[in-house]
């Protein structure tokens, strides 16, 4: 079963609106952690936001928050009034307990229009 | 601050050939670990080195090792290239179980 579910392949999205890539995960570890990460065509794997497990709030970072719906297993980004810059494949990915390394969906490319 | 720094950032190599990737840690950062990023997928865990020793593995063939170097710095070596390997390779650093991961730049290898 894939652990990281990205069900958006492509968006686009006129510039300046609010922008919501969809992300679930699978687990049964109760302590886990969420990241987004941003890759534009240059190849670098960009970190934009970070969510806990535990962590009450749900995670803001500038312009990225993560809306975390625990019971959902739902970690969408949402990113708001969105500038050409954005445009770029997004990841969700997921890293499990003491385990070390991040598993990642197979992301999100979003197109913003002028 | 230096961020995490890979070399070099494009490669071209004959299938049976062997290649050494290398990465640089962002500065304060003791953990690496190694990402393969094929096109149109996201990236799939290689391994992670801390310490000098690698700590975790993921499924790759035993082509594909490693090593740390007490300034922390890595190298990812694969063995007898397929062309199958062609693909972006991706350096993340961290602190040991901190939770950001940072990556570089990549490497693309291209397998002919």
């Known amino acids: 079963a894939q652990k990281i579910t990205q069900t958006q392949p492509g968006m686009f999205v006129q510039e300046k609106e609010a922008v919501t890539l969809d992300c679930t995960y699978d687990?049964?570890?109760?302590?886990?952690?969420l990241f987004w990460y941003k890759q534009p065509s240059s190849g670098e794997m960009i970190f934009l936001i970070y969510q806990g497990s535990y962590d009450q709030q749900n995670a803001t970072e500038g312009r990225y928050s993560l809306n975390f719906q625990k019971a959902r297993k739902s970690a969408n980004l949402v990113i708001s009034a969105s500038h050409l810059g954005d445009s770029a494949m997004y990841f969700c990915a997921m890293r499990e307990g003491r385990d070390d390394k991040i598993i990642f969906g197979k992301g999100t490319r979003l197109h913003i229009l002028p | 601050d230096a961020g995490v720094t890979q070399s070099p950032t494009h490669l071209i190599k004959t299938r049976g050939q062997q290649v050494t990737l290398r990465c640089s840690p962002k500065s304060g950062h003791d953990t690496v670990s190694w990402y393969q990023q094929a096109l149109g997928q996201g990236p799939q865990f290689i391994f992670q080195y801390y310490e000098e020793e690698e700590r975790q593995r993921g499924n790759f063939p035993d082509r594909f090792s490693g090593h740390q170097f007490p300034n922390y710095s890595s190298e990812l070596n694969v063995n007898a290239l397929l062309l199958g390997d062609s693909a972006l390779y991706l350096c993340?650093?961290?602190?040991?179980?901190?939770?950001?991961?940072?990556f570089g730049q990549g490497t693309r290898l291209t397998v002919v």
């Open positions: 993340a650093s961290s602190l040991v179980r901190i939770r950001e991961a940072f």
């Open positions: 687990t049964s570890d109760p302590s886990y952690g």
